[in-house]
T-cell receptor, first 113, second 113 residues
Framework: AQSVTQLDSQVPVFEEAPVELRCNYS??????LFWYVQYPNQGLQLLLK??????LVKGINGFEAEFNKSQTSFHLRKPSVHISDTAEYFC???????????FGTGTRLQVFP | DTAVSQTPKYLVTQMGNDKSIKCEQN?????MYWYKQDSKKFLKIMFS???????INETVPNRFSPKSPDKAHLNLHINSLELGDSAVYFC????????????FGSGTRLTVV
């Protein structure tokens, strides 16, 4: 079955520390991968996406993610987080020839001063 | 100008009532979606329409009926509301899902009492 797993439901971290939010997807021939961020009481915003090519993709707000086909992972990273990064982060996958995104269960990033 | 707008933002209603949520996008996108986000933040697709035609209809109770009068609007009507329908409902639109992802509305928080 097509699925996305976000291994950590919550990640607490201090300001200016690095962070990694983990995402794994069920294997398939072709996938397209996305990370979205949801700030409190708002809709989801696209952070970055992987379609093809370079496995390291850079997004907005200093985030980046690396596509690892052998490990079926697409982990999100930021070298130094800010208080304003506190939000819910969703990994999502679209499988080839489908017209929908399948979301993971989300990871709540809590940044402390 | 809001790209994807949903109304109302909050909706509190009693069990057994019928209610509608409206969604409009001014991006010129061909495809629109409804997603349900439950209390654990899990996002699950319900429906998608492409240029007024139903494309995706996931396993959703018949009490939920989407209607798309034109490609800029996708409304969601819910009959005989139940406690379990309480959730945040997100509308989204896309033009070339793979390259650009979704644009989400800010959500409608439905509470059934």
């Amino acid at each position: 079955a097509q699925s996305v797993t976000q291994l950590d439901s919550q990640v607490p971290v201090f300001e200016e520390a690095p962070v990694e939010l983990r995402c794994n997807y069920s294997s398939s021939v072709s996938v397209y991968l996305f990370w979205y961020v949801q700030y409190p009481n708002q809709g989801l915003q696209l952070l970055l996406k992987y379609l093809s090519g370079s496995t390291l993709v850079k997004g907005i707000n200093g985030f980046e993610a690396e596509f690892n086909k052998s490990q079926t992972s697409f982990h999100l990273r930021k070298p130094s987080v800010h208080i304003s990064d506190t939000a819910e982060y969703f990994c999502a996958v679209s499988y080839y020839n489908t017209d929908k995104l399948i979301f993971g269960t989300g990871t709540r990033l809590q940044v402390f001063p | 100008d809001t790209a994807v707008s949903q109304t109302p933002k909050y909706l509190v209603t009693q069990m057994g009532n019928d209610k509608s949520i409206k969604c409009e996008q001014n991006l010129g996108h061909d495809t629109m979606y409804w997603y349900k986000q439950d209390s654990k933040k899990f996002l699950k697709i319900m429906f998608s329409y492409n240029n007024k035609e139903l494309i995706i209809n996931e396993t959703v109770p018949n009490r939920f009926s989407p209607k798309s009068p034109d490609k800029a609007h996708l409304n969601l009507h819910i009959n005989s509301l139940e406690l379990g329908d309480s959730a945040v409902y997100f509308c989204a639109s896309s033009q070339d899902l793979i390259r650009r992802g979704y644009t989400f509305g800010s959500g409608t928080r439905l509470t059934v009492v």
